[in-house]
């Protein structure tokens, strides 16, 4: 075994000796309030690895998180968007609920306040096929008294007339028909004039003359003259008017929501129905229909 040189022996020993010199300072000595300097020393030593593996277990940490966590995730996701869409499913219904409760409750209402009018209450449960068409099919048929050419209105104005009637159902003729119409009448002047349809969302005034005065925002209510509608039912309100050849083109705008009919009233007689205070002030007195069933006598101007 190959001895080491005094002279190594002497400087491993001295290096031994300040070494051991060096240990006893730091143990003795303090730094403020940080502790011993041997601790310092032992602190300061231990911390870049310390360091090093907070930031590997970091690191793995994140990547458990951000990819294999994200299997749980997004199964809750899933679970939330399902929900949402149930939730979503729900208020809708609520609302369509509210809107109908809403209009029933119109509709009662509306019945309440003219109880000594014979009238009848119908769902619409069908419409035509055709584009051109206004035609409607409601819940109630002759066992319920149903007959032809009854009104239908709603707490709007004027529908239709009811043209085919089953045992339980029947088919109404809407106003903005080709073939339907209303006999009709200005509220500001009386002028008596027939209201057809057009086939379209909106009604005409028919053999107004262009030297007559009609202005747009003008309300038209029924006539009473067509034996099918008592006086005062709220017609349109004047949407356009243009000069033509020898008659206005003058277009209306429902009174009624035809285009999104719910539920509707039938009027089983012709007795006259009050709309608002302003509509009773406005037109002439309504003359009450014969128990025979003749018209009234008129000053009704035929085309």
């Given at each position: 075994m190959v001895g080491i040189p005094s002279r190594h022996k002497s400087l491993a020993l001295l290096a031994a000796v300040l070494i051991a010199q060096l240990l006893l300072l730091a143990v003795q000595?303090?730094?403020?309030?940080?502790?011993?300097?041997?601790?310092?020393?032992?602190?300061?030593?231990?911390s870049p690895f310390e360091?090093?593996?907070?930031?590997?277990?970091?690191k793995v940490g994140g990547l458990w998180h951000h990819y294999f966590a994200l299997q749980n995730t997004?199964?809750?996701?899933?679970?939330l968007r399902v929900?949402?869409?149930?939730?979503?499913?729900?208020?809708?219904?609520?609302?369509?609920?509210?809107?109908?409760?809403e209009r029933l409750?119109?509709?009662l209402n509306f019945r309440d306040a003219h109880s000594k009018v014979p009238m009848l209450m119908a769902r619409v449960i069908g419409a035509g096929a055709g584009n051109a068409s206004r035609i409607v099919e409601i819940d109630r048929g002759e066992r319920d008294g149903v007959r032809r050419n009854?009104?239908?209105i709603t707490p709007d104005g004027a529908v239709g007339k009811v043209i085919e009637v089953y045992r339980d159902t029947a088919q109404v003729l809407l106003l903005t028909d080709k073939d339907g119409g209303v006999g009709a009448m200005f509220v500001d002047s009386h002028d008596q004039k027939p209201?057809?349809?057009?086939?379209?969302?909106?009604?005409?005034?028919?053999?107004?003359?262009?030297?007559?005065?009609?202005?747009?925002?003008?309300?038209?209510v029924?006539?009473?003259?067509?034996?099918i509608f008592p006086q005062g039912i709220p017609v349109g309100t004047v949407q356009e008017v243009k000069a033509g050849k020898t008659f206005k083109d003058i277009w209306l705008t429902p009174a009624a929501k035809l285009e999104r009919l719910e539920e509707v009233i039938v009027l089983l007689t012709q007795e006259p129905v009050e709309y608002s205070k302003e509509s009773e002030s406005q037109s002439p007195p309504v003359a009450a229909t014969p128990a025979n069933g003749s018209a009234p006598a008129t000053n009704e101007q035929k085309p």
């Amino acid at each position: 075994m190959v001895g080491i040189p005094s002279r190594h022996k002497s400087l491993a020993l001295l290096a031994a000796v300040l070494i051991a010199q060096l240990l006893l300072l730091a143990v003795q000595i303090k730094r403020d309030s940080k502790g011993r300097l041997i601790r310092v020393w032992a602190v300061s030593a231990v911390s870049p690895f310390e360091r090093s593996g907070a930031w590997g277990f970091g690191k793995v940490g994140g990547l458990w998180h951000h990819y294999f966590a994200l299997q749980n995730t997004a199964r809750e996701n899933e679970a939330l968007r399902v929900e949402n869409d149930a939730l979503k499913m729900a208020i809708s219904e609520l609302q369509s609920k509210s809107a109908e409760a809403e209009r029933l409750s119109t509709l009662l209402n509306f019945r309440d306040a003219h109880s000594k009018v014979p009238m009848l209450m119908a769902r619409v449960i069908g419409a035509g096929a055709g584009n051109a068409s206004r035609i409607v099919e409601i819940d109630r048929g002759e066992r319920d008294g149903v007959r032809r050419n009854l009104g239908v209105i709603t707490p709007d104005g004027a529908v239709g007339k009811v043209i085919e009637v089953y045992r339980d159902t029947a088919q109404v003729l809407l106003l903005t028909d080709k073939d339907g119409g209303v006999g009709a009448m200005f509220v500001d002047s009386h002028d008596q004039k027939p209201v057809g349809g057009t086939g379209e969302a909106r009604l005409t005034v028919k053999y107004v003359p262009n030297d007559d005065k009609i202005s747009v925002g003008q309300k038209v209510v029924t006539s009473g003259m067509d034996k099918i509608f008592p006086q005062g039912i709220p017609v349109g309100t004047v949407q356009e008017v243009k000069a033509g050849k020898t008659f206005k083109d003058i277009w209306l705008t429902p009174a009624a929501k035809l285009e999104r009919l719910e539920e509707v009233i039938v009027l089983l007689t012709q007795e006259p129905v009050e709309y608002s205070k302003e509509s009773e002030s406005q037109s002439p007195p309504v003359a009450a229909t014969p128990a025979n069933g003749s018209a009234p006598a008129t000053n009704e101007q035929k085309p």
